[in-house]
Each structure stands twice: as C-alpha cells, then as structure tokens.
C-alpha cells in the first residue's frame, strides 16, 4: 500500500511544494555526512534522487553510487533524471532488506525516508550491515521529528502514522546496534543523525 503511494506520486514528486533552499541544505546535510566524499554511497529510499547533484558535486564524488527504492516509478523518474552520471545504479528494492552486498558500502544515506518503515531497529542492522567497518550511516530530515510526525499525520492516508523519533532516541537505538555517534542535531528546521560503524 505505501509502495503504490509512492509510485503514484512519483510523476509529480519534483513539482511539490518543498522546503526553502532544499538543494543547499541537502547539500549541507550530505557534506555533515560525508564530509568531501567517500568511495561508494547507498541512497536508502532514494526516490527521484534529490541526493545525486550533492553528491556529484562533492570534491571527491563517489565511484559508485546505489539508489535504493522500493517504489519503481520513483526509480524511474530518477534513472530518467541522472541516466548520464556513469557512477550512479538503480536498484529497486525494500531498505528493510536490501539487495546489496554486505560489508561492501562506506556510507548509507537515508534521506527523508526512515519514517515509512515500521520496523525500525531490524532496517538499521540491516542498513548498518551494508557498510564497511568505519563507515558512516546519516539520516536526514529538513525539519524537526515533531513537525514531520505532524506533517504526516495532516497528510493522512498511507503515511499518516509514520513517525520519526527525535533524534537522540534514534542516535542511542543506533548505539545500541554498535555505532558511534558523530552528528546528532534537531531543530526546526534540521534533523540529522550521523553515526560510525565501530569494527
Ligand atoms: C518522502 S520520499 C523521499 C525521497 C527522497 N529521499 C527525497 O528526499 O526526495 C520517501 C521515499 O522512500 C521510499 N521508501 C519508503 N519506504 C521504503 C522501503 N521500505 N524501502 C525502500 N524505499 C522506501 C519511497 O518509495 C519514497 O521514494
């Protein structure tokens, strides 16, 4: 049900009405992450790709970048977006689950989507076991948790019960999966979570 929201959104994700400065900040929110680059990037919940330009546009822009969707008309849209970036995969398929090669990824970023997934805890191990020891996994969100729980909740229909936890509550489940934190930060306007996979 909540993958068909998605998809049918996808033609008109782009042209919703976002936040202000969106590209600056998601530029913002992927340097906190990854600070000049990294090798290999997974985009969890990538959706038409708002990530890639911030990620190309890094001193050092990844060698491979894999965004991940479950929602096929998203991918879609993104493959459609960013088909000449040589770098950039497409693969569709459940965060919860991911079809990727564990052990293998320096950064996950999971922007705008961990909300929609219920089982939070079992997506994060299975997020954190994407990526080599050391590497960073970042969740992101232009707003505070509180006003993205609202937002859903006026929303309605397929996400209105999806929620974000503030971000000390996520950086500790996050702890308790084996990770350091590096960036924790909410405000309003910000929402960012970075930790660091410990060997
Ligand atoms: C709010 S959109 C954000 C998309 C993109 N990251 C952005 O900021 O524009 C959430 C995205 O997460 C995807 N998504 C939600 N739950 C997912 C899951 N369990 N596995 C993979 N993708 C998921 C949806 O299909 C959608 O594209």
Known sequence: ????????LAPRWDTLPGQPETAARV???????????????????AGTGVLVPALLGLPQPPAL???????????????????GAPC????????????????????????SALPHV????????RLFALLRPGGRLAVGHLMSSTALNAMHAAIGGAVASDELPPAPELAALCESLGARPVVVEECESEYTVVVEKLD
């Open 1 to 8: 049900m909540k993958r068909a929201w998605f998809d049918e």
């Open 27 to 45: 530029s913002t929110f992927v340097r906190k992450a990854i600070g000049h680059g990294c090798p290999s990037v997974v985009d969890a919940g």
């Open 65 to 83: 970048i894999v965004e991940l969707d479950f929602a096929f008309a998203m991918l879609a849209e993104n493959r459609r977006k960013h088909a």
């Open 88 to 111: 950039v995969r497409w693969v569709c398929g459940d965060l919860s689950a991911p079809p990727l090669r564990e052990g293998r990824f320096d950064a996950v970023l999971c922007f």
């Open 118 to 125: 219920e089982e939070k805890r079992a997506a994060l191990a």
